[in-house]
């Protein structure tokens, strides 16, 4: 069910109004089955999916926990649990491009068995013919809360939780509406804090939720829709634009995601926070920055922190000496890049994002870096956010290309890059530029990105008239600039 919709609007003044009516046991059993319904209206047969995934976790973390268990078993349980929300993400998310890779090695003829069309045709006693789902379909969310679910299993293994005895509540934690199909990624310890001592839903509290609702809806109707437009359009002509059209393009794109899904999990905080749950911030302007560390310190910190956690710092983090850090940065990264996507495209993304962070660490140890954050002053800190934004906009192209008719991502991505760096004949062009308006735009976005990181929703909620304010300039930007159709929330790919 998409936030941006009627059904959602409904379904959202029923949760709220009954799931405040509700207390204790039941409002957990009412916002769980609530949680269901949210996701099966659009994704009726993977319901069974996240059933599973939630009940090996439940009864793995259980099995970790009990004291009665040795190392060897403690460890062979939580690997139960991390092999099988692998599998369930790796057959879904990769098995053509498995599949693909296997047969172009070997020289093989393998195809990928579609095991979803096979159960619902049984269900309908049809034979197998592939009438439900020519394709393996991506389940929603999928990618976020096996991450969620497993993150549980290894901190009760890490022992820095205990594991929850509850089925209703491991549940919730699971399946919980606000953030299930697009996160944020919510860590066990934030979650069941609130839900045990649930925060007292007074009237700041609720202007702060209906603040960042507002603010959300405003970055996805206003900002990310209406940048769309031109993103769209560039990417499926570059061939025939100049460097500097196709350079606003890719930076748009970056813009546009940034809002998008910003938007979305804004609007999942403030919805959460209605329910007495307090989550932590996703995004802190993470566009408005001097280097590409900073960036992702502030960007989809939940899926940041969780890679560094769980991937980065296990693999022994920068503890082994120059190579292994460098090493366990390529690794931590290329698995960001496949988290993504299973194309090759998304690994080119993920590698170059190691990339940028290895160059970056290495000259944030020379003496010439600090003697420029010393006496550079302004000068060197607008340099450094603006070569950091032309870097991130390389990704950004090896991010959004997608395969067509006309050629495969990887083919769209080299044939942009190559525009961008003046390498076509059309690049070379400048006797127009046909994004002038969206060129402007993107400037705002930094201005206004700028001005407001300075500030925060949060300590906003200490005067009451700054929140009136900023939910009356959201209402009259969306109502004013907003788009009349919206778009699907980008992240729900994931």
Request: aromatic share 20%.
């Amino acid at each position: 069910m998409q936030f941006n919709s009627v059904h959602f609007l409904i379904f959202f003044f029923v949760s709220i109004i009954l799931g405040n009516v509700f207390k204790k046991t039941w409002q957990k059993v009412f916002l769980l089955l609530a949680s269901v319904y949210f996701y099966t209206y659009t994704n009726t047969y993977f319901i069974a999916l996240l059933i599973l995934s939630t009940v090996i976790d439940y009864f793995a973390s259980i099995a970790i926990d009990n004291e009665t268990r040795t190392e060897r078993q403690r460890k062979f349980f939580l690997f139960i649990s991390v092999f099988f929300n692998l599998l369930i993400l790796g057959y879904f998310k990769y098995a053509y491009l498995t599949t693909d890779i296997i047969n172009t090695l070997f020289d093989a003829h393998l195809k990928t068995f579609n095991v979803v069309s096979y159960f619902v045709n049984l269900l309908h006693l049809k034979p197998y013919n592939l009438s439900v789902y020519e394709k393996i379909i991506l389940p929603v969310g999928i990618s976020f809360y096996t991450f969620q679910s497993m993150s549980y299993t290894i901190d009760v293994y890490r022992k820095q939780i205990k594991a929850r005895r509850s089925f209703v509540d491991f549940s919730l934690y699971v399946a919980f509406f606000p953030q299930l199909v697009a996160g944020p990624i919510v860590r066990a310890t934030t979650f069941f804090r609130d839900l045990d001592f649930r925060l007292s839903v007074v009237n700041e509290d609720i202007q702060i939720a209906i603040t960042r609702i507002l603010i959300g809806f405003m970055r996805k109707l206003v900002f990310a829709d209406n940048l769309g437009v031109v993103v769209n359009y560039t990417f499926a002509n570059y061939q025939n634009m100049n460097a500097l059209e196709v350079w606003t393009g890719a930076i748009a794109f970056g813009w546009q995601i940034y809002f998008d899904f910003a938007g979305y999990t804004d609007i999942a905080i403030g919805i959460a926070r209605l329910f007495g749950f307090k989550f932590d911030a996703n995004f802190n302007f993470p566009m408005t920055i001097t280097n590409i560390t900073e960036h992702w310190s502030k960007w989809h910190i939940s899926f940041s922190t969780w890679i560094r956690d769980y991937i980065f710092i296990p693999l022994g983090g920068s503890r082994g000496g120059t190579f292994i850090t460098y090493r366990n940065i390529f690794i931590t990264w290329l698995f960001g890049g496949v988290w993504h996507g299973a194309d090759y495209h998304y690994i080119a993304w993920g590698l170059w994002q190691a990339v940028m962070l290895s160059i970056h660490r290495v000259y944030s140890q020379t003496s010439i870096r600090n003697l420029l954050n010393e006496k550079g002053g302004f000068i060197y800190k607008t340099f450094s956010g603006v070569f950091t934004i032309f870097c991130l906009a390389f990704g950004f192209v090896m991010f959004r290309a997608q395969t067509t008719p006309t050629g495969t991502a990887m083919e769209h991505t080299v044939g942009m890059i190559k525009s961008m760096l003046l390498l076509t004949e059309n690049s070379r062009r400048l006797d127009s530029y046909s994004n002038y308006d969206y060129g402007i735009l993107l400037i705002i976005c930094f201005v206004a990105s700028l001005i407001f990181s300075k500030r925060n929703v949060e300590s906003m909620g200490n005067n009451g008239n700054k929140l009136l304010y900023a939910n009356i300039a959201a209402f009259f930007l969306i109502l004013i600039f907003g788009v009349t159709e919206s778009q699907t929330f980008m992240y729900f790919v994931f």
